[in-house]
Nanobody
Framework: QIQLVESGGGSVQAGDSLRLSCVVS????????MAWFRQAPGKDREFVAH????????YYVDSLKGRVTVSRDNAANTVYLQMNDLRPEDTAVYLC???????????????RGQGTQITVSA
């Protein structure tokens, strides 16, 4: 069974940093593009970041550029999202997803995790 399991979320103060991890199993991780999305209560699902299969190219939503960094370790079947200077508006469930290409629409990703909650207080 293909699994994507996120971890690293939590309740933090504004200005703090978190590093999210997503471990992928039963999938040939090294041939899949990986992405992070977030879903906040009452808001539309939002693309956060994407990384290509070899990690040489990354894409970010404009509103988070400079505060987030996506990376991957193909040997560990893991993709990461480093988030710095967290703000209350970053409060959301963050989930990872896998696809064969770069998309900003989560519906184009056939595999996705359940997500990890980040709550940022002022």
């Amino acid at each position: 069974q293909i699994q994507l399991v996120e971890s690293g979320g939590g309740s933090v103060q504004a200005g703090d940093s978190l590093r999210l991890s997503c471990v992928v199993s039963n999938l040939l991780f090294s041939i899949y593009h990986m992405a992070w999305f977030r879903q906040a209560p009452g808001k539309d699902r939002e693309f956060v970041a994407h990384i290509t299969v070899d990690g040489t190219a990354t894409y970010y939503v404009d509103s988070l550029k400079g505060r987030v960094t996506v990376s991957r370790d193909n040997a560990a079947n893991t993709v990461y999202l480093q988030m710095n200077d967290l703000r209350p508006e970053d409060t959301a469930v963050y989930l990872c997803a896998a696809s064969m290409n770069y998309y900003s629409d989560l519906d184009r990703y056939p595999y996705r995790g359940q997500g990890t909650q980040i709550t940022v207080s002022a």
